[in-house]
T-cell receptor
Framework: GAGVSQSPSNKVTEKGKDVELRCDPISGHTALYWYRQSLGQGLEFLIYFQGNSAPDKSGLPSDRFSAERTGGSVSTLTIQRTQQEDSAVYLC???????????FGPGTRLLVL | DQQVKQNSPSLSVQEGRISILNCDYTNSMFDYFLWYKKYPAEGPTFLISISSIKDKNEDGRFTVFLNKSAKHLSLHIVPSQPGDSAVYFCAASLDSNYQLIWGAGTKLIIKP
């Protein structure tokens, strides 16, 4: 079956603009994760959704970042008033249940000029 | 403060030889460790994992060793193949939490 997909694959934006990044998890996966990978760094946990439970937002770096997951499937990560330090690869992963293997999408490479 | 460290940004190994990728961690409470492999323009893919109650886990050509006293994890690939050329990340979790703490990765290059 299809894996995790993300769009766009690349996004260039100007400082101060808002961006929306989309993630389509594997069908039937209840858990969805967002990570950020800055240049030369490991992946940084941002947010986690599990079924209809309240999301774990503990990794979001500032209130400019928000995410939602509609209908337990597609998720959108929104960054408001982007800053240059937001430039990174944003990765989405899903798993059948929490603690199952996480399957990653190819990521969205965000560049804020 | 990096809790999971991969001190070698890159490693070059001859095809057919053993590749050893290392990972050190600082938090003795980590109880689950994973290795992921990443090709360019793709997301990481799960490779192998180990629980802190074990010191070795093997899957085909891949073996992960855990030394809790040294807070050290290693991944052995034997024999190394050209398709193994990728970036390898180690990750750890705390108290069986789903939040993974990741190392910065090691780029493995297999030379023909």
């Amino acid at each position: 079956g299809a894996g995790v997909s993300q769009s766009p694959s690349n996004k260039v934006t100007e400082k101060g603009k808002d961006v929306e990044l989309r993630c389509d998890p594997i069908s039937g996966h209840t858990a969805l994760y967002w990570y950020r990978q800055s240049l030369g760094q490991g992946l940084e946990f941002l947010i986690y959704f599990q079924g209809n439970s309240a999301p774990d937002k503990s990794g979001l770096p500032s209130d400019r970042f928000s995410a939602e997951r509609t209908g337990g499937s597609v998720s959108t990560l929104t960054i408001q008033r982007t800053q240059q330090e937001d430039s990174a690869v944003y990765l989405c992963a899903s798993s059948l249940e929490v603690w199952e293997t996480q399957y990653f999408g190819p990521g969205t490479r965000l560049l804020v000029l | 403060d990096q809790q999971v460290k991969q001190n070698s940004p890159s490693l070059s190994v001859q095809e057919g030889r053993i590749s050893i990728l290392n990972c050190d961690y600082t938090n003795s409470m980590f109880d689950y460790f994973l290795w992921y492999k990443k090709y360019p323009a793709e997301g990481p893919t799960f490779l192998i994992s180990i629980s802190s109650i074990k010191d070795k886990n093997e899957d085909g050509r891949f073996t992960v060793f855990l030394n809790k006293s040294a807070k050290h994890l290693s991944l052995h690939i034997v024999p190394s193949q050209p398709g193994d050329s990728a970036v390898y990340f180690c990750a750890a979790s705390l108290d069986s939490n789903y939040q993974l703490i990741w190392g910065a990765g090691t780029k493995l290059i297999i030379k023909p």
